[in-house]
């Protein structure tokens, strides 16, 4: 099982075991009333079990939580689905996975994008790209379709042109400076920050290295609309579409933008970057 899908599991056990102190029941008075085997409460709390709807049902019922069933209904119909193995979904390589992403981008109205190390898909240059997914392709042992993969995210990119979209960007200053590629590729990312700063519908702010703040660096996420979040970890892709879940990312995201530069302070730390990979060519 997925280390992912496992926390998963038990972030629902931890929450439903809340939800029975709370109404002041141990885990044998629940199981009674239920009519269950005492170890059920006990594997579900845990994670080792699934909750079935049904379970969550009665669980919520005999608790007095009836508000909170519609919630955990949710998480749970999204946990076997929301856990997508990259070996799995890449077995063909990079490129399908770039066209898959289109609709998502495309059906929003607002993204809300957190990087920590790298500039986001939707504002990489072709060199930049290519190294990214090349590092990808050659780390997963994958199918080499690089080149087919940069222009299918290549073409993504049209949806920072069309429509109404806003764009809500926040880089932490690492992702200025970690070398992906070579010099070349690396100037011209941050030459092409520079040139996505003017654009009306993006903000692009940056989290200083040794600025303030309210919550430390996190997994790199988009938030489409209030709808999904998409959350890339080394082992697989997170889809979220929990709405207490989704709430909680846009608080860290506010909190990301607070402690986030803008305007002429962020293209000071951009600027800086960059003069110190041109000093390299």
Request: charged share 25%; aromatic share 6%.
């Amino acid at each position: 099982m997925s280390g992912h899908l496992q926390q998963a599991r038990q972030g629902v056990g931890a929450r439903l075991k809340e939800i029975r102190k709370d109404a002041g029941l141990s885990g044998r008075a629940l199981a009674v009333m239920a009519g269950w085997h005492p170890s059920k409460v006990t594997r579900v709390e845990r994670g080792t079990r699934n909750a079935s709807e049904d379970d969550l049902r009665a669980w919520c019922r005999h608790c007095g939580a009836d508000d909170q069933l519609a919630d955990l209904i949710a998480t749970v119909r999204g946990i076997e689905t929301a856990y997508v193995e990259w070996r799995r979904q890449l077995r063909t390589g990079l490129r399908r996975r770039q066209e898959a992403s289109a609709p998502l981008y495309e059906q929003a109205s607002v993204l809300r994008i957190y990087q920590p190390g790298v500039p986001p898909a939707l504002i990489q240059t072709a060199g930049y790209a290519a190294a990214v997914l090349r590092s990808r392709q050659i780390f997963r042992e994958l199918p080499d379709d690089v080149d087919q993969a940069v222009q299918a995210r290549l073409a993504r990119q049209q949806v920072l042109y069309a429509g109404d979209r806003r764009f809500l960007i926040v880089l932490e200053e690492q992702a200025l400076r970690t070398r992906i590629g070579d010099v070349d590729a690396m100037v011209g990312q941050l030459d092409r920050l520079l040139a996505v700063m003017s654009m009306q519908r993006v903000s692009l702010g940056i989290i200083p290295a040794g600025g303030r703040r309210a919550i430390g660096p996190s997994e790199g996420f988009v938030i489409f609309d209030e709808a999904v979040v998409r959350v890339e970890t080394l082992s697989a892709q997170v889809t979220i579409t929990q709405p207490a879940e989704i709430s909680l990312y846009g608080k860290a995201f506010l909190r990301m933008q607070g402690a986030a530069v803008y305007g002429a302070s962020a293209r000071a730390l951009i600027t800086g970057a960059l003069r110190q990979f041109e000093a390299t060519l």
